[in-house]
């Protein structure tokens, strides 16, 4: 089993031999550390408004790597990673999706192009990069398909139908989210799921403690996210075929029972 799902990244230790491996990454760690403090001071305890000022400062160096993206080829690969994924397993044109957390449209450009006009609905909490998402519809031709931005400052997903989603997509959201947001995002999410849809989500999965680095980066245990999602009448199965790809998140698929 692979040593790096039982790493707690937040221990002493752990930091101390990363430091030793990594001694160029020391300097940017500390500034992250400093600027981290200092936003979740200002930002009174609110994970949203924090994590919402941590994206306004990524965003406004790069919004690609504001997403996690390091190169522009990163950016295309991660997005097409996303999307093969999900025609595999049957995405068709017709479906209706949700994608939480849509970011600059890395994948959601992908999506845009292949649903029929108006299928797209992508929510953010950051204006700076929903601003960048826009550019992104710009740049590649995608005004016809009349997607759907919405900024949010929760996941209650108050402003949707019904039943309406066939697929509710959120890469690499419940990554930098404490249990509370991933908690409300499951008590609303299967009301706007259409019979038979689903909702896949990615986390940082660990077998070991659940801990977080500097309430950005969060581990969870399998079990614990399989539970949250039945305390809400919901079914969550672990996706194996995923973590086959080359990516560090595991991949949870949530539906109604039966
Ligand atoms: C690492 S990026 C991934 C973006 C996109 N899913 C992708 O794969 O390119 C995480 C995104 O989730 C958004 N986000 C974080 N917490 C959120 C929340 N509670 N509700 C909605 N969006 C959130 C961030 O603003 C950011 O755009």
New binding site residues.
Partial sequence: MSRRLHTNRSSLAHKLAYAARHPGRVRPYLRRLVRDWRLRRASGGD??AY??AV?RDDTARDPKS????ATHER?VA??QM?FDYLVRHGLAPGDRML??????????RLFIEYLEPGHYHG????PE?LLAARQTLIRHGLADKLPHLTL?D??KLAHLPDGHFTVV?????F???PVE?IDE?LAHVGRVLAPGGYFDFTYNRTLGNEHHVLREDFYYRTETLTALAASHGLVARPMADWEELPHQQSKIRVTHPG
Wanted: glycine share 12%; charged share 10%.
């Fill in positions: 994970h949203v994590y919402r994206m504001a997403v996690g993206s950016w991660l997005g996303q994608e939480i957390g849509c970011g600059n449209l890395r994948a959601g929510i953010d909490i950051s990069i949010v929760d996941l997509h959120a890469h690499s959201v990554s930098h989210s947001v995002c």
